[in-house]
């Protein structure tokens, strides 16, 4: 089976601007979650979207925004970068229903966002 | 709050034993897993522990105490290529947003 795969891989944009990121999970996986790598904060999470709807939401202001579609792809979009939006992304799929039990999470490469 | 503590960097040599502590500190969670990541590559799951006690996957064991609020992954037979950032999580059942903690940067050394 393929991995998870995200797109692009590398960007860079100025502060204002707006960016989509996009994430295919591995075939058969339902649930997409997304998570913010910082130096400073860690992994934090995003949200997560399960059969198109979102399941859980982390703590991070509207500019944050994501969707799933039919085939489990999913994209997350911020708008009004700011430069503290510098971070990789990362993807993350699992074939869980609930949520819970072993729920093993399976990365993407991440995309390395730079905000000038 | 949610929070998981882990020590922010460990040194050992090749061929020796180390363990990484995780303390957490959150109201209910269905069980502790372990990711590995190595410098510019993505979190690779290790280990889950959803009941207390002791989980081994080769070189790799995991620990959990749900009473002392604490886990630990054990790496046995130290290799160069060990050396990487490793995390605990915890998926809460409030909510249930999955927790990473702030990872322990591994460094094995010849």
């Known amino acids: 089976k393929a991995g998870v795969t995200q797109t692009p891989r590398y960007l860079i944009k100025t502060r204002g601007q707006q960016v989509t990121l996009s994430c295919s999970p591995i075939?058969?996986?339902?649930?997409v979650s997304w998570y913010q790598q910082t130096p400073g904060q860690g992994l934090q999470f995003l949200f997560e979207?399960?059969?198109?709807?979102?399941?859980n939401k982390g703590n991070f202001p509207g500019r944050f925004s994501g969707r799933q579609f039919s085939n489990s792809r999913s994209e997350m979009n911020v708008s009004t970068l700011e430069l503290g939006d510098s971070a990789l992304y990362l993807c993350a799929s699992s074939s869980s229903l609930a949520g819970g039990s072993t729920d093993t999470q399976y990365f993407g490469p991440g995309t390395r966002l730079t905000v000038l | 709050g949610q929070s998981l503590e882990q020590p922010s960097e460990v040194t050992a040599v090749e061929g020796a034993i180390v363990q990484i502590n995780c303390t957490y500190q959150?109201?209910?969670?269905?069980?502790l897993s372990w990711y590995q990541q190595h410098d510019g590559g993505a979190p690779t799951f290790l280990s889950y522990n959803a009941l207390d006690g002791l989980e081994e996957t080769g070189r790799f064991s995991s620990f959990l105490s749900r009473s002392d609020s604490y886990g630990y992954l054990l790496l046995q037979e130290l290799q160069m290529k060990d050396s990487a950032s490793y995390f605990c999580?915890?998926?809460?059942?409030?909510?249930?947003?999955?927790?990473f903690g702030q990872g322990t940067e591994l460094s094995v050394k010849p």
């Open positions: 959150t109201s209910g969670f269905y069980g």
């Open positions: 979207y399960f059969s198109e709807t979102q399941r």
């Open positions: 075939s058969g996986h339902r649930s």
């Open positions: 999580a915890v998926r809460s059942l409030a909510g249930g947003k999955l927790i």
